[in-house]
Structure formats: structure tokens, C-alpha cells
């Protein structure tokens, strides 16, 4: 039978300043160091922020435009507030794609967190046979890339005929998203007191129990990181729906996601196309990850440092 592994006492870190020539601490070498790095990774992240919202900001401007306004100024405010191009958007088949998308998204996240958060538990806390050897594997499939497999992926699921299927890219994102899932969440799991785990057995707590009333409840934090960069990378995944959801026949109906369905709509409309709608298309893909984020910043944050933190 598998046994708990007890976690070693921390070892505290000790802070030791610069000192000067007479061994005290040189307060001044201090500051310059401190402001010389704050410099330097202040300077980088607005730098970042400018990369990233300069072109959020074309994309928002974009929708409101004409296409005579979008191909005279880039930066330059729309003559015109209308909301016309979200609903020609819409109509062109994005509110499909959009709902294609959420079906996926509401089974496959969940059960990535369920499985994920199952075997992280099992391979941080308990000692067995093999345990080191599968979780190298799920390190190993975490960097395995996934144009590598598109082609026996392709043919495994054609094989069970799941092609154009939810039910067949749920499971295909799932086993995607399964290595960083266990990979994170072991590290975050090896945080968690053993008192509190033991004590629980002690209570009379089965192994189950223990898991999901004590020890899950306390990894939170954890598990809302880890399932916002899984919400993030399904939601823009792109390379698999575009090998697993294509239609097979005339009859079979079009349940292309969100990312493949704008760039269907950019590839029919050519050169006379409607841009507007297609950049407000853009804008409603863009919208739900963001509100996400910004809803859990602070628990995404929490989760990543809480491993720094205990």
C-alpha cells in the first residue's frame, strides 16, 4: 500500500546585505543596486504593456470603423460609433463558433482539473513503486510538442470515429492540457502541510475523502492558476480544431471553434472583405479571456507565489 511521504522542515533563507570596509552594512551600495534593478524591470513591463495593448487597441478601433477608415489611419477614431459590425460579425457565423467553443470548453476544463489535480495529489503525496517514473512522464509530455503527433492524433480519432465531435476534441484537449495540469499542481501539492493530512486519517477520513474535503479545498489557489491558463489555452487553441473538427461530408454540420472560424471568415472574404466585422469577430473572441483574467488576477497571482510563500 502506497504510504504518505513526509515533507522535510523548510530551511530558512537568511538575507545578508552588502557591507563596507568596516564589515557594516553599506546602505547606500543597497539603494543603488535596488534602483538600478527597479529601473531596468520597470522600464521592461511597461515596455510589454505598450507590445501588448497597442494592438488590442487597433483591434477595438478596427470594429468601429469603415473599411475606407481602417485603410486610411490605423490609430485614427471611428466618424461613427456603431455596434453594426459586432452583429454582421455575428451573423457571418461567429456567435456559431463562439458556442461551438463554450460547449468544449464547459466538459473538457473541468475534467483537465479533476484528472489533473487527482494525480498531481497522488504522485506528491505517497510513495510507491514507479511514482518518480510517471511523473517524468507527464514532465516529458509537457514538452512534447503537439504538431509532432497531429498526424497518428488525426488517424486515432478518425479510427473512433469521433472526427467533427465534441465529445473527440474534449478528450483531445484534456490529454493536452494534462501534463502542465499534474506538473503544476504536484509542485503546489508538496507545498500543503502534512499535519493537516494526517490529522484528517487519523479523524477516520478514507483516502478519497481526505482528498476532496481537506486537501483540494486548501489548493484552491492553485487550481484557479492552473485552470486559468488551461481556459486560456483551450480557448485560443487553433492547430487542433483545424485537424479534428473539419466536416466530413455535406450533411455534416460546421462545428469549427472560435480561432478556426476567424480564420475561415478571413480566408472567404478575400480582398473585398468586411473588415469591420471581421475585426469586431476578433474583439468578441478576445473579450471573454479577458474578463476571465482580470476577474481572478489576484488568485492567479496568489496561486503562482503561494509555493514561495509557505
Not at 495593448?53 to 487597433?58: A, E, I, R, S, Y
Not at 463558433?97 to 470548453?105: A, E, M, Q, R, Y
Not at 475523502?209 to 483551450?234: E, H
Not at 472574404?269 to 469577430?281: C, E, K, N, V
Request: charged share 10%.
Amino acid at each position: 500500500m502506497a504510504t504518505p511521504i513526509k515533507q522535510p522542515t523548510p530551511v530558512p533563507l537568511v538575507f545578508r546585505p552588502p557591507v563596507d570596509g568596516e564589515g557594516k552594512p553599506d546602505r547606500r551600495r543597497s539603494a543603488e543596486g535596488g534602483t538600478t534593478i527597479n529601473v531596468f524591470s520597470h522600464g521592461f513591463l511597461v515596455l510589454w504593456g505598450v507590445m501588448i495593448l497597442l494592438p488590442l487597441g487597433w483591434i477595438v478601433l478596427g470594429s468601429f470603423k469603415n473599411n475606407s477608415e481602417i485603410g486610411a489611419s490605423a490609430w485614427s477614431w471611428p466618424s461613427h460609433w456603431s455596434f453594426d459590425a459586432f452583429s454582421r460579425a455575428w451573423e457571418k457565423g461567429i456567435g456559431e463558433f463562439f458556442v461551438n467553443t463554450v460547449i468544449v470548453l464547459v466538459f473538457s476544463v473541468p475534467l483537465t482539473m479533476l484528472l489533473g489535480a487527482m494525480t498531481a495529489y497522488v504522485l506528491a503525496r505517497y510513495e510507491f513503486p514507479g511514482n518518480r517514473a510517471i511523473f517524468y512522464l507527464f514532465v516529458g509530455g509537457a514538452m512534447f510538442p503537439v504538431y509532432l503527433a497531429l498526424v497518428p492524433l488525426f488517424f486515432m480519432v478518425s479510427n473512433l470515429g469521433m472526427l467533427n465531435t465534441y465529445q473527440g476534441l474534449i478528450l483531445v484537449y484534456v490529454a493536452y492540457s494534462l501534463p502542465f495540469t499534474v506538473f503544476f499542481m504536484h509542485s503546489f501539492f508538496r507545498t500543503l502541510p502534512t499535519a493537516v493530512h494526517e490529522a484528517a486519517m487519523i479523524d477516520g477520513c478514507s483516502h478519497s475523502r481526505a482528498f476532496f474535503q481537506v486537501m483540494l479545498p486548501m489548493a484552491k489557489p492553485g487550481l484557479i492558476s492552473v485552470g486559468i491558463f488551461n481556459v486560456l489555452g483551450q480557448w485560443n487553441q487553433y492547430i487542433l480544431p483545424m485537424t479534428l473538427m473539419q466536416q466530413q461530408s455535406s450533411s455534416d454540420p460546421d462545428r469549427s471553434m472560435l480561432a478556426q472560424g476567424l480564420v475561415n471568415l478571413a480566408q472567404q472574404q478575400g480582398y473585398s472583405g468586411d473588415y469591420p466585422a471581421l475585426f469586431a469577430g476578433m474583439t468578441i473572441a478576445m473579450l471573454p479571456v479577458l474578463v476571465v483574467y482580470l476577474s481572478f488576477q489576484r488568485q492567479v497571482q496568489a496561486g503562482l507565489t503561494a509555493g514561495t510563500l509557505k
